[in-house]
């Protein structure tokens, strides 16, 4: 560990010790534990700080309030074809996700197209830990997350979708990693309106409204107020449609339902989840070839890169350069782990 005044820099071994402790004092067994404080590790070493040690605070209120539960153990349901149907016990998506994929996997390959759903489980984290195990097990993957509500509908001022993310990923030959993209459908992901506000940063314009419905760059007041879909209308289409995948589906809540049943402890929220598998074999022979062309069709001209790139050259850097993470978070975890 390297102390500066600001910062701390620890490595990644440091970032799983810290994220393990505080969740195990805050009450969750190992199983849960480690499969949070793997996701955690990624988004550290992929450069996520906003789904990185930032969210253990949360993670631990959220166990220590009871509102989740530590000792889940998802029950995973394989019975019908080509669904993988999992109730996440009350607890943190990871172990579900972590429990269930094989048979996802499993099922794709077999009829070439599966889907899996979970419920009864709280997302916050990042979803590219979701679908890039299963591009590289050879599969293309799409996944979507709803969450608690935060963002108006179009023409709306009142917030009822989550931010909804959803993570699209493919396995490419010749060794290169999956091409992996991973974005909110709302303009700002929130734990990023929340890294401004923590850092006193405005935000662009548009991003959000305040609680009157004014437009503000203020993220306090955004916080307070409502966020914003991408693309206008369009965007909050797509809002929509993960609401209706990822909750309907699962039969989990909805945004507006889980922020009713949300107790303000920080923590994530419960949460609808859809991921569906493709064999891209099943469906054509030629796809890794064409899909090379499209990448270096794209790549020709200069400015243009993959989604993902960044994330793939913090994974290169960050066991080299450890990770740099703020004093006052660093220290906040600490006493979690020493108070518990
Ligand atoms: P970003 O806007 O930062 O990035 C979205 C995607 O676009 C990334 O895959 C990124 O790749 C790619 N990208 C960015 N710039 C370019 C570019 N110039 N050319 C090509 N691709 C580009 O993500 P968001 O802020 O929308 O979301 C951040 C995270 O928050 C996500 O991981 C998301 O899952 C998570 N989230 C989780 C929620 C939950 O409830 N669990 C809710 C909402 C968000 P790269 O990473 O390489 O820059």
Redo the contacts with the bound molecule.
């Keep these: 560990m390297q102390a500066e005044a600001d910062s701390v820099t620890i490595s990644l071994d440091e970032v799983r010790e810290l994220a393990l402790g505080a969740l195990t004092v805050s009450g969750a067994d190992h199983d849960n534990a480690e499969a949070v404080a793997d996701v955690v590790v990624q988004?550290e070493r992929?450069?996520?700080a906003?789904?990185g040690l930032f969210r253990i605070p949360g993670y631990c209120a959220s166990l220590k309030s009871g509102r989740i539960n530590g000792n889940a153990v998802p029950r995973v349901d394989t019975a019908r074809p080509g669904i993988v149907r999992i109730d996440g016990d009350n607890g943190f998506?990871p172990l579900a996700v972590k429990r269930g994929r094989p048979f996802l996997i499993e099922k794709a390959r077999r009829s070439g197209i599966a889907a899996l759903t979970i419920c009864q489980s709280a997302?916050?984290?990042?979803?590219?830990p979701d679908t890039e195990p299963i591009a590289d097990a050879g599969l293309v993957a799409v996944s979507f997350?709803?969450?608690r509500s935060t963002v108006a509908p179009a023409g709306g001022k009142k917030p009822v979708f989550?931010?909804?993310?959803?993570?699209f990923a493919i396995p490419r030959g010749d060794g290169k990693p999956p091409m992996?993209?991973?974005?909110?459908?709302?303009v700002?992901?929130?734990?990023?309106i929340m890294i401004a506000a923590r850092e006193g940063k405005a935000i662009p314009e548009g991003v959000g409204l305040d609680r009157q419905g004014r437009p503000t760059t203020d993220p306090a007041a955004v916080l307070d107020g409502v966020q914003l879909a991408?693309g206008g209308y369009k965007g909050a289409s797509i809002a929509m449609m993960v609401e209706i995948l990822a909750a309907g589906l699962s039969g989990g809540e909805f945004s507006f339902e889980a922020a009713d049943n949300y107790t303000a402890d920080n923590g994530?929220?419960k949460?609808g989840h859809l991921i569906i598998a493709l064999d891209p074999q099943l469906f054509h022979d030629q796809f890794s070839d064409r899909v090379e062309l499209l990448f270096r069709t794209m790549l020709a001209e200069n400015g243009?890169?993959?989604?993902?790139?960044?994330?793939?050259?913090y994974r290169q850097r960050t066991p080299i350069e450890c990770v740099s993470i703020p004093r006052p978070l660093y220290e906040e975890i600490m006493a979690i782990v020493s108070r518990g």
């Design positions: 988004a992929d450069g996520c906003s789904h998506a997302h916050f984290a990042a979803l590219w997350v709803n969450s989550g931010t909804n993310p959803m993570s992996v993209f991973d974005q909110a459908s709302s700002m992901a929130r734990g990023e991408f994530p929220s949460a243009t890169r993959l989604p993902g790139d960044r994330r793939l050259q």
